[in-house]
């Protein structure tokens, strides 16, 4: 069986004697490991560790002579808004660390996330509570699900010396004045998605000469409504031709009626949808019914393979294309051949290949800090600017030595339903970058969260 490989492609800056820090302790290595590049290290070498890191083996361990990492995982399991999606999610992620473990782990330790995870609903309140209740054990969160909820525990995480890999996707972090250079992104943000996505629709169906923006305010539609925006504007689209609709959940909204009497009344050539699968279905499915002739770019979130099974089917089929941080299904890289493998069958959503994808910046920071003598947070945390992540073709390479465009992804994987695909979706190209993003600013968020 395939495994994920060592993807930290930085080089150790600091002798050994540099790393010793208050707190923490030095382990002779027990045994022999791989480091980043493949060279065995040797019984003798010394790693630092401090809090979230032990001797003993971890729980399930595969080999009971290896110390354990623990990672947090704060997400949406039960009752949440995001649970189909989070779910698969988590599943995806415990998936890429068992194949961590049985490749030999990360020099000498294994690494649990299922200790320390926690449903927190998608409620900021209950996620800075499970955050607290887990922080005394943990090296750094392996899933932090939500921007508004991820907000509420920065200041707490920057405070311990936490790293975290969020599942959102919110332009903001990629500067440290939001983040504190402890969020690892993976994939472009909501904003730049929508920039890039306004591209490929002009180069593979018609420059639109109207454009609309639909979805929840904050840090999901309204970062995706900034992306529209800025598209128009440095396309030259007149601002009474870009029409921004604000909406909600159907939990909170009831229904989306308002958003289709808006865009009916619009009419735009493409609308721009950043909400959940099922307001996805119903705002296609109404537009389409009532005549309406305008496509429409759905954000990474929209989507879910049981929209084939609505009666949306043949509009969503039709009319709307669906873009994504990385390959679906029927992708062909070495990274996906290996998540495919530990399968018996398709996973319920693209969740599962989320789970997958957004560990390998986890990985490769905790390799680079294991490679410069230090798995305590600190150390951990002054290895995140040293990495290039490597996803094995799933997804573009990304760093985080930077603030806005020197780190921001800004290439997109476009897709069109397909029920005979198990996801529901077949992926049109490449992976595309338009010319818009060199044109347009972003020295800062493109909205705030609130």
């Known amino acids: 069986m395939r495994k994920p490989r060592p993807i930290s492609r930085a080089v150790a800056l600091a002798a050994a004697g540099a790393l010793v820090l208050a707190g923490c302790t030095a382990v002779d290595e027990s045994g022999d490991g791989d480091t980043a590049d493949g060279t065995e290290t040797s019984a003798t ?32 399991l039960t009752e949440g808004p995001f649970a189909a999606l989070a779910v698969p999610i988590v599943d995806g992620q415990r998936a890429y660390w068992e194949q961590v473990n049985a490749d030999g782990g ?15 609903k998608y409620q900021a309140a209950e996620h800075a509570a499970a955050y607290q209740q887990i922080e005394p054990n943990i090296l750094a969160l392996a899933q932090t699900l939500g921007t508004v909820n991820t907000e509420a525990i920065l200041p707490d995480m920057d405070a311990a010396d936490i790293v975290g890999a969020p599942a959102s996707w919110w332009s903001g972090y990629a500067f440290e004045e939001n983040d ?27 420059a639109p000469e109207s454009v609309a923006a639909v979805g929840y305010p904050g840090d999901y539609g309204g970062d995706s409504a900034a992306g529209v925006e800025k598209w128009a504007e440095a396309n030259g689209i007149a601002a009474e031709n870009v029409t ?11 229904n989306q009626d308002a958003v289709v009497s808006a865009i009916t009344e619009a009419d735009p050539d493409v609308v721009v ?20 002739t305008g496509r429409f770019m759905g954000s990474l979130p929209t989507w879910n393979p049981a929209l084939l099974d609505s009666a949306a089917a043949p509009a969503l089929t039709a009319l709307y294309n669906h873009m994504s941080i990385g390959e679906q299904w029927d992708g062909e890289s070495e990274g996906l051949a290996a998540m495919k493998e530990t399968l018996d069958a398709p996973p319920p959503n693209g969740g599962y290949l989320i789970g997958w994808l957004m560990s390998y910046p986890m990985h490769a920071v905790l390799e680079q800090a294991a490679e410069n003598g230090d798995l305590t947070r600190a150390g951990v945390r002054a290895a995140v600017p040293e990495v290039e992540v490597d996803y094995q073709g799933m997804s573009t390479n990304q760093s985080y030595n930077g603030n806005g465009k020197d780190i921001a ?24 970058e338009g010319p818009t993003w060199d044109q347009v600013d972003y020295d800062q968020a493109c909205v705030s969260t609130s």
């Open 45 to 76: 070498d010394e790693i630092q560790i401090g809090d979230g890191v032990t001797e003993e083996p971890c729980p399930e361990a595969v080999n009971p002579d290896t110390g354990c990492i623990y990672l947090g995982v704060l997400s949406d």
């Open 106 to 120: 990360i020099a000498g330790y294994e690494v649990d996330i299922d200790t320390y995870t926690r449903d927190t």
């Open 180 to 206: 504190f250079g402890l969020i690892l992104e993976n994939g472009y943000s909501y904003c730049t998605e929508a920039i890039v996505g306004l591209d490929w629709f002009a180069e593979n169906h018609t």
């Open 244 to 254: 921004v609709v604000p909406t909600g959940p159907n939990q909170v909204t009831g």
């Open 273 to 292: 949808l950043a909400v959940g699968p099922a307001e996805n279905a119903e705002i296609v499915g109404k537009l389409a019914a009532g005549g309406f």
């Open 409 to 432: 992804v800004s290439a997109i994987k476009v897709f069109e339903p397909n029920a005979e695909n198990p996801l529901g979706v077949v992926s049109l190209g490449d992976f595309f």
